[in-house]
């Protein structure tokens, strides 16, 4: 008698991180539960873009949980605040939204117990990425301990697993990664600070890092840029 394959819930937030390692998800053998998190970001197209990818790599269901985040404010994102344009800011920049992966994480996990899951992927990374600490190995690792701590199938001996399985590649790799899987990148989005007529801006840290990403892999860029990055 063959496995039957494991439910996983996949952190999908619409951009090309979350895309790719919801379809490595796919390809280990898992059934795909979607978590999307409307949580007012400045950059709500991702919304759209996350039920397109969900629907792509055949989701049995997808959740848009709303979580406004603004009002608590403190990021670029969810706040009156500019997002920066000039380049890849030093240190922790201010689109950093507050605990974010914390929060979503729980959110994941909560809907993961429910479910009888126990695996929970999220596209976080360490290399090109904009120094967020929530995206570090080490957040990672206490997640998956505190999950085990804090749930009853964990201290009943049901662990789950925090997959992070982009945690060590370069955008490149990860653009070569979509291409390999057979993504559509193109169904992604990255800009933080949406251009007029629904374009990535080209200028902001997430715009720079996805273009350089591309070309640094050598895969022409599917994305629509006001401004070439």
């Known amino acids: 008698m063959t496995d039957q394959p494991t439910l996983a819930v996949a952190l999908v937030s619409g951009g090309l991180d979350s895309m790719v390692s919801a379809g490595l998800a796919r390809e280990a053998g898992h059934r795909l539960l979607a978590l999307s998190i409307d949580y007012n970001q400045r950059h709500r197209l991702e919304l759209a873009a996350a039920r397109r990818i969900a629907a792509a790599l055949g989701a049995e269901r997808h959740i848009v949980l709303p979580l406004d985040l603004s009002a608590f404010g403190g990021s670029a994102l969810t706040d009156d605040i500019d997002v920066p344009k000039t380049g890849v800011e030093e240190g922790i920049p201010v689109t950093y ?56 199938a964990g201290v009943e001996g049901e662990p789950f697993r925090v997959r992070a399985p982009l945690q060590n590649m370069t955008k490149a790799d990860i653009a070569r990664e979509a291409a390999r899987l057979g993504l559509d990148a193109g169904m992604s989005w990255s800009c933080y600070d949406p251009a007029p007529g629904g374009v990535h801006c080209g200028l902001c840290d997430s715009c720079r890092l996805r273009a350089k990403g591309f070309a640094e892999a050598g895969l022409a860029d599917p994305t629509v840029y006001a401004t070439q990055p």
């Open 97 to 152: 939204v507050p605990a974010r992966n914390t929060i979503f994480l729980s959110l994941a996990l909560g809907w993961a117990e429910a479910a009888g899951a126990r695996d929970i992927y999220i596209g976080v990374n360490a290399l090109d990425y904009s120094g967020y600490p929530d995206c570090r190995p080490e957040f990672i690792q206490g997640f998956e301990k505190l999950a085990e701590l804090a749930t009853k």
